[in-house]
């Protein structure tokens, strides 16, 4: 393990561009880029979010040809009144200053809060743009399918909703979801898992999640938790239980390495890396799961694979919940090498 960048305040998210560029937001505005190890003084863009709570600059994707097109994709909270919404917007770089522009506003409106804001932006191997979204802590909104609170959202990469979707004409992929926010794609599969901030409070607390998901599927938030069951109503592949809190975020399905196959996700309140296998026959077993990094850098936020084999994770003790270091958060590299 080795900390490849410093100083940075409660990163979010971060994806991978062409000749070795790390683009990443932080959650006051910023997003950054790392370029041969180091992280460039300059923004590559700063937006005017509402940095609030769990709220501001969360979600980044790049576009799949980004190359070509120089488009980047990200999440954010901003004030709207007296409230707060979410957006999801397109970027393009400009190629003559290397900078970044707003290039056009793909869905807004949606009911924001000091917490609960989803915020994960991916693209899926079908091409198509994922967008997890909390309830804004209006529980009954994730199951109220004329919300778009407590979703994972499918669009084009356009904005305009595909035609595939399991509700016509509605950017809902999945519904029934408390505060979603890390999504992973199984190779060879293509099988989709998210995670899952699960109740807080008593009697009610943790019962965090990892879910299986399928297109038009309600996964029960706020009718059922843990392992409870109703009709019609889908529980997670994995749950903390009623004393343990995992708070994840970012995942990542591993490709290369000893760890091949394996999905990880990043632990906030659990400060933790951890590691899940699947057996490959049933989408719903868990095979084995591990908790590594444990209390050795603090809340982590997000976890991927990069070009070079190595995971890239992000701390997130800049996010009021956490203790800082005097450096700030970090990138941390993790080398997966064979015993």
């Given at each position: ?13 971060l ?17 950054r880029?790392?370029?041969?190890g ?15 709570g769990?709220?501001?600059l ?21 004030r ?11 970027l ?7 900078q ?20 994960r ?20 909104a994730?199951?109220?399918r ?5 979703k ?14 399991p ?51 309600n ?7 843990g ?8 529980t ?15 995942a ?17 309140r ?7 296998v ?32 190595a ?29």
């Amino acid at each position: 393990m080795e900390t490849l960048v410093t100083g940075l305040e409660a990163p979010w998210a971060l994806d991978f561009a062409p000749a070795g560029r790390i683009f990443l937001t932080e959650r006051g505005g910023r997003i950054r880029i790392i370029q041969d190890g180091k992280l460039l003084p300059q923004p590559w863009l700063t937006l005017d979010v509402a940095a609030t709570g769990e709220a501001g600059l969360l979600g980044l994707a790049l576009d799949p040809a980004f190359a070509q097109n120089g488009f980047v994709y990200v999440a954010y909270t901003t004030r709207a009144g007296a409230g707060l919404q979410n957006r999801l917007v397109r970027l393009r770089e400009d190629p003559a200053t290397g900078q970044g522009a707003i290039d056009r506003v793909l869905l807004e409106g949606i009911p924001g809060n000091g917490n609960h804001d989803g915020g994960r932006v991916k693209f899926g191997p079908d091409g198509k743009l994922y967008w997890t979204m909390g309830d804004a802590q209006t529980g009954a909104a994730a199951q109220d399918r004329t919300s778009l609170n407590g979703k994972i959202l499918r669009l084009n990469p356009d904005g305009t909703i595909p035609a595939d979707n399991p509700f016509p004409g509605s950017p809902i992929y999945s519904y029934g979801h408390r505060n979603p926010q890390g999504l992973a794609w199984q190779p060879g599969t293509g099988r989709l898992y998210a995670t899952e901030h699960g109740p807080s409070g008593v009697p009610s607390c943790c019962h965090d999640e990892l879910n299986f998901i399928e297109p038009g599927k309600n996964y029960g938030w706020p009718t059922i938790t843990g392992d409870q069951t109703h009709a019609g109503l889908v529980t997670p592949v994995l749950q903390s239980g009623n004393t343990e809190t995992w708070a994840p975020s970012g995942a990542t399905f591993v490709t290369a390495g000893p760890w091949a196959g394996s999905l990880l996700f990043a632990g906030l309140r659990g400060e933790s890396l951890y590691r899940v296998v699947l057996d490959p026959a049933d989408p719903r077993r868990v095979i084995l799961f591990e908790r590594l990094l444990e209390k050795q850098y603090g809340r982590l936020r997000d976890v991927e694979q990069g070009p070079d084999g190595a995971l890239y994770v992000l701390t997130s003790n800049l996010d009021g919940r956490g203790t800082p270091l005097p450096d700030g958060d970090r990138v941390l590299s993790l080398s997966l090498v064979m015993p």
